[in-house]
Structures are given as structure tokens and as C-alpha cells.
């Protein structure tokens, strides 16, 4: 059974930092790419963050700068280190792993709130 398990979301001010973690099992998460996605009330899902299985990166123009996406593929984790966060971060932040093998395997986890405000 596949899981994944986010952890580190909450109430934060204007400014402030927090980690996001992700924790997959059932899956052998070194060949999977993770991502950040997230949704604020009334909006769609997108993308926040994406790392390969090979460490490459990339983020929406929205957060570069301010978030960083990293992984422990001996923890089966992946982090969101969230720095200089803005109101409109506030958002259910949900993890991703996907890999694509003759057909594609797509899992996601709970979510997990997040919300900046003073």
C-alpha cells in the first residue's frame, strides 16, 4: 500500500519560515520525482516544486527564491523549506510522486494547511 504522509504545515506571520515533509513507503521512491503542488480556496492546483529522481529542480516563478525543494532517499522524504512566505502562500500543500514506466504510476498525499497571516 502506498503512502505518503505530509507533515509541517501550520500558521506562520508574514515573513516567516517553515518546512514542509513528505514521507512515501510502498513505493521505491528513489526512482520517483516529487512534487509540491498546492491549492488555495477557489483556485486550481499547481505546481509549487518538482525534483527528478536525479536531483534536478525546478519551481514556479511564484516561490523561486523563497522555497527550495530537496529530498533523502534514504529517509524516503522530501522537503519544502519555505522561506519569506506571503500571504498569498496560504494554501493545502500536497505532495506528489510520480514515475512513468511503460505506464504511469501517480500518487498523492493527504495535504497539509498552510497559512500565512498576521
Known amino acids: 500500500q502506498v503512502q505518503l504522509v505530509e507533515s509541517g504545515g501550520g500558521l506562520v506571520q508574514p515573513g516567516g519560515s517553515l518546512r514542509l515533509s513528505c514521507a512515501a513507503s510502498g513505493i521505491s521512491f528513489s526512482m520517483y520525482a516529487e512534487g509540491w503542488y498546492r491549492q488555495a480556496p477557489g483556485k486550481q492546483r499547481e505546481l509549487v516544486a518538482h525534483i527528478t529522481s536525479a536531483g534536478s529542480t525546478n519551481y514556479a516563478d511564484s516561490v523561486k527564491g523563497r522555497f527550495t525543494i530537496s529530498r533523502d532517499n534514504a529517509k524516503n522524504t522530501v522537503y519544502l523549506q519555505m522561506n519569506s512566505l506571503k500571504p498569498e502562500d496560504t494554501a493545502v500543500y500536497y505532495c506528489?510522486?510520480?514515475?512513468?514506466?511503460?505506464?504511469?504510476?501517480?500518487?498523492w498525499g493527504q495535504g497539509t494547511q498552510v497559512t500565512v497571516s498576521s
Open positions: 506528489n510522486a510520480n514515475r512513468i514506466r511503460l505506464i504511469e504510476y501517480n500518487y
